[in-house]
């Protein structure tokens, strides 16, 4: 089979060329012909069990499931037909017997795909009695939970957890079906990258939703609340309300953040570029004592999966704090101090496209005088339900500029959102403290896209330096392979736990898959590309906050770096 053969075929009486060896339903959705699913995800195996996306075939007896059917030339195809709808609404019926009747906890901008589909279709959910008795909720850290009612045993969660290489989630038997659970394995934990929550179609695994309190504390009148997104978020939370992927909304952004009621709001992106300062200082100081490879820590789900899954490693993760994390601690110290606020009255609120940093701003280690750098994170579709809740349009909104002195950022700060960023931030100013000199042409390509495993060695100053740059868990554990046979293979490696970096994060907007995620990243690497500014180095509000402020070895310390050490499991069951 040519995999790039061009063949036609026609569906609903439409001609449509496609490429041989695709799916009908690939080829729909490509061709935006509504074909409803629940199981099917681009990212995981075909598995054709919700029976949903059935089509009907000419010349071809009964029913066929469109995810699981290639395409054949001038194969024709109806999608829908009074029989195609009785068995979708059957099959959808059927599904509700694995799951509530009544889902009062319903949360609009959340992304629940059953329940749209349920309403689309206008299908009784009671029809079937539910086969389900027993319906635990799980808590996976203050990350993610679990409500097992909601579960209609699609396996999408244990697949993408066993692509993850992770495991937790697993299928049980019980009386005559099957279910999934998490592991009793206490060799097994959850590194809360929030993965099974993108890739569930029915609600069932959520972010643990901090809105609420939020709102609350934007009420009281006594605290000044301080919003912070993160640089993937201005390229993604647009789809959430109706614009094309990848739309930048920056401006629009801060406008709705504002609207909601924020004191201030800054850009995650220049926490980002006082964390390539300082990870670029330890990949030099580890490249001169020959201790690399220096890996980055700015994903929280990597740096969880290597205290629990490989503490022998922890020696090598950049002591550098994440972004946010820099940011607000700046925000309670630096910009506290300039304001005259007391730090106690201030809340920092994150926007993060990630389920795992709602874990990061819980580590004690990070505190600073007693206090949580960060407060809450909200995820990308939890801002979006705040928009929705309160009739914030961002397609109407009147744009607005970021506040300063924390809004000011470099495109390098900005490309962090996408795989590959954070190294090639790093490598731009490691350039600039090694040599002296800057760089005359500032992209790293060879690091950039959305392969799994990226590879490259770059010259800097006669010094070859060997980076490895990985997005997904499964393929760290490739590159943790490699370097276990040769620990000196690499000088730097960069890990991001979800595909395509902070692009495709647990707390993104759904649906996601490789295309998006591409557009997403593209995006960002154009803004970066217009900015003038584009080294971190050269912001002139990290000069002046270094000059100002982050003047001693202790102070640095104390705001911009951290320490690591083993962890037992921490998901209770």
């Known amino acids: 089979m040519n995999k790039n053969k061009k063949i036609q075929i026609i569906i609903d009486n439409k001609k449509i060329d496609c490429i041989e060896g695709q799916t009908i339903l690939e080829v729909a959705m490509e061709n935006k012909i509504d074909i409803p699913g ?6 995981l195996d075909i598995k054709s069990n919700c029976r949903l996306c059935m089509v009907e075939i000419k010349d071809r007896k009964g029913l066929h499931a469109s995810c699981s059917t ?28 694995q799951h509530p009747k009544e889902d009062k906890n319903y949360t609009p ?28 909720i799980y808590k996976f850290g203050p990350s993610v939970v679990f409500d097992s009612s909601k579960c209609i045993d699609c396996r999408n969660c244990v697949d993408v ?45 959520m972010a643990i939703e901090d809105f609420g309190e939020v709102e609350k504390a934007i009420q009281d009148k006594n605290k000044i609340v301080v919003f912070q997104f993160a640089p993937s978020i201005r390229t993604s939370i647009g789809e959430e309300l109706g614009m094309p992927y990848g739309s930048i909304v920056t401006e629009k952004l801060i406008a709705g ?8 709001v800054f850009d995650t992106s220049t926490g980002a570029d006082f964390t390539t300062m300082e990870e670029a200082g330890e990949l ?23 205290e629990f899954y490989h503490p022998e490693l922890i020696h090598n993760l950049a002591t550098t704090r994440s972004p946010q994390i820099i940011l607000g601690g700046l925000i309670k110290t630096y910009w506290a101090e300039k304001e005259n606020i007391d730090p106690k009255n201030i809340i920092v609120v994150s926007i993060m496209p990630c389920v795992a940093k709602k874990y990061e701003i819980e580590r004690k280690e990070l505190e600073i005088d007693n206090l949580k750098p960060v407060d809450y994170v909200l995820t990308t579709r939890e801002l979006t339900h705040l928009f929705i809740k309160h009739k914030i349009d961002l397609k109407k909104i009147e744009p607005q500029k970021i506040d300063n002195p924390l809004g000011t950022h470099s495109g390098a700060g900005v490309i962090y959102g996408a795989s590959g960023g954070v190294v090639e931030s790093a490598l731009r100013t490691a350039y600039k403290k090694i040599t002296k000199t800057e760089l005359t042409k500032l992209e790293f390509k060879q690091v950039r896209g959305m392969e799994g495993i990226k590879k490259a060695t770059i010259e800097i100053n006669g010094k070859s330096i060997k980076i490895a740059v990985v997005n997904g868990m499964g393929n760290a554990k490739k590159i943790l392979k490699e370097i276990e046979k040769n620990p000196k293979l690499y000088d730097a490696i960069e890990v991001m736990a979800c595909d395509g970096g902070c692009i495709g994060g647990g707390g993104q907007p759904m649906p996601t898959d490789s295309k998006i995620r591409k557009q997403r990243a593209e995006s960002l690497y154009q803004i970066d590309n217009e900015k003038e500014i584009r080294l971190a180095h050269k912001n002139p509000i990290i000069k002046k906050v270094y000059q100002d402020f982050l003047n001693s070895k202790e102070k640095i310390h104390l705001i911009c770096h951290t320490k690591y050490s083993p962890k037992k499991r921490e998901t209770k069951i």
Request: charged share 30%.
């Open 38 to 43: 629940l199981c099917f995800h681009s990212d």
């Open 70 to 97: 290639k395409i054949e030339p001038e194969m024709e195809i109806i999608t829908d037909s009074p029989k195609i709808k009785r068995a979708r609404e059957i099959n959808l019926e059927l599904v509700f017997a």
């Open 109 to 136: 901008g959340l992304n629940y795909h059953l329940l749209e589909l349920a309403k689309k279709y206008n299908i009784r959910t009671d029809r079937f009695s539910n086969r389900k008795t027993t319906c635990p």
């Open 161 to 205: 957890c066993e692509k993850q290489g992770i495991g937790f989630l697993e299928i049980e038997k019980k009386d005559h079906f099957f279910q999934v659970v998490p592991s009793k394995d206490e060799n097994k934990d959850c590194i809360y990258c929030g993965q099974c929550v993108v890739h569930c179609p029915t609600g069932a695994l």
């Open 257 to 264: 953040i504002k609207k909601l009621g924020a004191d201030k």
């Open 284 to 306: 030099i100081k580890k490249i001169e004592e020959g201790t690399t490879p220096c890996i980055t820590s700015c994903c929280p789900s990597w740096v969880k999966f290597v």
